[in-house]
Structure formats: C-alpha cells, structure tokens
C-alpha cells in the first residue's frame, strides 16, 4: 500500500496522506512519497492548487515514533539539504542530519512550493502534523478538528519547524507549548491560525470550492503573490527565527540523551505521549 495517494480533479491536485491505521503517522517513507507528489502536481502544467489532505478519521497524529512502520535509520535520497546520510552517523550529528533533511528541509522545501497549497483538516492535528499544515498557504478544518504540540513533555521547546509565533501570536504560542494541550479548530481560527472551518461533512467540497475559486487565477501572478507574502514572513523573522530554534531544538535532543544514555525523546513514546495527551 502506497503511503501516499495522488489524483487530480480538474486544477486541483489532491495529495492524501495513506496511513490511516496509524492516524496518518508521518514515517520518512511518507515524507518523500509526499515530496513526489508536490513535485509531480508542480511540474503537471494543469495543475493550479494543491490540496494537502488526510485519509480517515484523523489528518495526522505527527512523525511516527512507534509504529511498525518506523524508519528512521533507513537512507533515503536527499532531496530537502546538501549533508551526508544520518545513517552511520551517531550523536548530535545523525539528528542533526537527519532532522534538517526530513523535517526541517522538507517543510521548508514545501512551503515554497510555486503552486497554492491548502491543508485540508479533520480530526488529530498533533506536533510533525502542525508542520505540514503550517507550510500549507490556506488551512480548511472541520468543527472536529483538534491541534496540540505536546513536545515540551518531551523537554523539547516545539517541533523542529518552529512557526508557533508567527502563526499564532506569541501569546498563544506560549500558551500551546506551556500546556501542550489540545486547542479546537474553533479557537485555532480564532488564533488566526485557520482560514475556514466547515462541518465535517462539507470539508472536502469546501476545501475544493476554495481551491477552484484559486485556480481561476493566473499561475505567474499566484505564484509571485505567495512569494511577496512568504518574503514578509521572513523578514517578520519566521526563517532566522526558526533557525536559531532549531539550535535550542537540539540543544534538547541532546540534553535527553545525555541523561538517558541516547534517548533523545526524554523517555517518552507515541504511548506514553498520547495517554499524557488524553489526560489533557
Ligand atoms: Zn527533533
């Protein structure tokens, strides 16, 4: 079964995450099925919106800490950064290359992606999956969506692609990562997170109204448009701010591994992290 599944409707390319057994958990094999899907829906000249999207109950439950499926010291093409293989390395420098090429890289990689990207949401938003939705230029939710970046249980100060104070104001930033609670869709749209949410049921024909609404729209002007508002971003200090993060990102794998003798989650597993979650 194929992580990832591709079609396209008219304009629209719609990229759906496959893994709804394990609510969607993003292994590396995920990761660059994904990454050939954008590249197949940028380079198909009919393609004018791309939809992010996932299959069952939820979006996605984040990076795959404990399924079956878990392949994290599997080498993988490098797409997203020009450094050696994590695989072989040890320490600081296998995270360090291995979390600036799938998590880091690949978000930034797909936020710059020339095409409209919408994140289309139901059910668990959680940590990795804030990423992928992040990078997206438009997110659609359903009323049962639900968001949370639980990884300060982890002693890890948020998830590697560090937008919280600029999707969210830093007060709710603070707020979501001090509690790691879960957030509504609701109060997410509030936060000024969200750009629609719709019931559940409605969720796909509304992401796609929007996205055909998009596609009416000449490609080059869509495509500089995006750039202007992603070049404002970073001038707000969304990139700089992110790297420098990355660094306390670190700073706090290591940290865990120094204490634990080399586990840089802190002790915690996709267990022990969704029973702490469910108390919340
Ligand atoms: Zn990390």
Redesign the pocket.
Known sequence: MSEVRYERRGPVAIVTMNRPEYRNAQNSAMTYALDASFQRAVEDDEVKVIVLAGEGKHFSAGHDIGSPGRDADVSFERKAVLWWDHVGAEGGDQ?FAR?SEV?LGMCRRWREIPKPTIASVQGACIAGALMLAWVCDLIVASEDAFFADPVVRMG?PGV?YFAHPWVLGPRAAKEVLFTGERFSAQQAKEWGMLNRVVPRDDLEKETLALAEKIAEMPRFGLALAKKAVNQAEDLMGLRSGMDSVFGL?HFA?AHNAELSGGDSLGGQDARSMRDANRKS
Do not use: G, S, T, V
């Open positions: 995270r979390e998590y890890i590697e990102h794998h």
